[in-house]
């Protein structure tokens, strides 16, 4: 054989992926299993087009989110996107109900997202920005407060339970306290919101180079890193003195109002023995602006990216023509999957599609695999 | 166990010594063997597995979490553009990312670059709002401008004997370079406390060399 051959089969698009027959069975099983722990806990599953205009897309977020869509233009010239999620179609179906009276809304969905990326399509199922993934969630509009976001939590966890997962670990925040708690230190908005930026992106040591350069030219305390990361609303209140001095600031007031739903959250899962696997990180934030109040992320060994990812969005609605709280949370599946089955899961497309030269002989090997699988429920 | 994938050459050889001055368990042999990975054991949270990989690949073997941990230069880990957390500045390894070229090319608009970077030096060159073309070469950078294929370099620079050499000058000095501790931002999470310790070791050495210096 030589690179030069004849092309004989056809290409697979860049950055897809194809399932076979065990794979999507058990893609299709967890999918099920999801949303049925979803109904049996009051959310109804929707579906809608896999198309959304630009414009609906963007409300209520920063432009530069938009980067790794993948947009196209429709046949009036509109400009419509791949969805890489499924929070702004669930806003926009629930707003006019949401306006007509109809006073909370559980719904849940099983779909597939789309991302511009560069990673090779099985890598990326597993750690990485897949270009095309499967979402499983719930979105829950019409309730505030902690015991709503305990809620949620606990779905998420029920869900994990359900699916017999090992060592996961629910980590939260609040994304309005890490921007709030920088500027009631005396930091100014536009570096406090690169400060923040650092943070979303995990790069500590930006953001202890700015706060160094910053602390030598001002005199702000350089170790609000160290402050933010040993917080922990499970285990202690803010310091006596630091509560008083927030008192005095707005962007203090906002620190300690987010705080508050921090404690308070972290009351109600104590309570209710949700707190085991829970551990608060304030240097956490999401790369998604909508985000107003409990943010939260699962990881699982074995899946080198977040399995589940969620958060409260209260000023989503109104963007959307009705104001309403709302907090959701969705499972990436591949990545569950992945972690479900030690990277199993991905075996049977490497074996039979990794080239389709190949495919003949190596099917005799992925029949093994397959029946070796049977012992475990994926 | 917790498994570390560490740039080969200039970091590896920078970095290994002061994990040793750490107090972190290295593996011996790491300078005259031929083997890629090494194991070693440690107290408390079991056993450390390193990889030698060649300093483009450590930010994909990081992001993929295949390794938890990585130790690799600030350009390599800005070039790849992968998504993972950077924990610490070890100040090892440094040297700086520069502009450089032939002495009469200073004054001349930029039109060809040659560079290790594509993606940094169109970066900055689009910043200073000039449109040159990059030209992607993997290695001895400083030949491009010598022969004429490119009438700037954009390189790291550890003395500048190389650029001397070849009778280049540096024109702007972009970004100071040194090792990073990065993390996969999901063991970040589930092997919190190995990491944690991994991480304080070498920022307590840290401090103490910058103390004693």
Sequence with gaps: MSIDMQQRWADRPLGMRDVYPQQARRRRQLESKLLRVFEQNGFEMVSCGLLEYVDTLLRGRASSEAEDWLRMVDATGRTVVLRPEMTPSIARMAAPLLAAGTKEIRWSYAERVYRRTNDPASLSWASG?????????????????????????????????????????????????????????GIAPETAESLTLCLARGDYVGFRGVMGALSAATGVADDVLDQLSTLNPLAADLPEPLQHRFAE??????????????????????????????????????DLTYYTGIVFEVFAPGAGAPIALGGRYDDLLVQFGTPAPAIGFAFEAERLLTALTEGEWLHEAD???????????????????????????? | MVTIALAKGRTADDVVPMWRRAGLPAPADLDDSRALVFEVEAPVHGPLRFLLAKPADVPTYVSF??????????????????????????????????????????????????????????????????????????????????????????????????????????????????????????????????????????????TREAVES
């Excluded at chain 1, 620190?255 to 829970?278: I, K, M, N, P």
């Excluded at chain 1, 074996?351 to 994926?378: F, L, Q, V």
């Excluded at chain 2, 024109?171 to 092997?191: C, G, Q, W």
Aim: aromatic letters at 6%; a negative charge; one cysteine or more.
């Design chain 1, 351 to 378: 074996e039979r599609g990794a080239g389709s030269a190949g495919g003949a002989e190596s099917s005799g090997r992925a029949r093994t695999t397959a029946s070796g699988e049977e012992a475990s429920p994926w």
């Design chain 1, 129 to 185: 920005k897949a270009a095309e993934s499967t979402q499983v969630g719930v979105e829950w509009i019409g309730r505030a407060g902690a015991e709503a976001d305990a809620d949620v939590m606990a779905l998420c966890q029920a869900a994990l339970g359900a699916l017999e997962l090992d060592g996961w670990q629910m980590v939260a925040s609040h994304a309005a306290f890490a921007p709030a708690f920088l500027e009631a230190h």
């Design chain 2, 65 to 206: 979490g295949v390794a938890d941990i990585g130790v690799v230069g600030k350009d390599v880990l800005l070039e790849s553009g992968r998504e993972v957390y950077e924990l610490l500045d070890l100040q090892a390894a440094r040297c700086q990312l520069c502009v450089a070229g032939r002495p009469e090319e200073r004054d001349r608009r930029p039109r060809r670059v040659a560079t290790k970077y594509p993606r940094l030096a169109d970066q900055y060159f689009r910043s200073l709002g000039v449109a040159a073309e990059t030209i992607p070469l993997s290695g001895s950078i400083e030949l491009a401008a010598v022969i004429g294929l490119a009438d700037r370099i954009f390189d790291l620079v550890q003395t500048g004997a190389t650029l001397a050499a070849n009778g280049l000058v540096v024109f702007d000095e972009v970004l100071d370079v040194s090792a990073r501790l990065i993390a996969n931002r999901s063991s970040y999470r589930t092997k919190r406390q190995a990491i944690q310790w991994v991480t304080d070791q070498l920022a307590q050495a840290l």
């Design chain 1, 249 to 286: 600031s707005e962007s203090g007031r906002r620190a300690l109002s987010a705080w508050r739903e921090l404690r308070d959250l972290a009351a109600v899962l104590q309570r209710r023995g949700l707190a085991d696997r829970v551990s608060f990180d304030l240097t956490l934030v999401r």
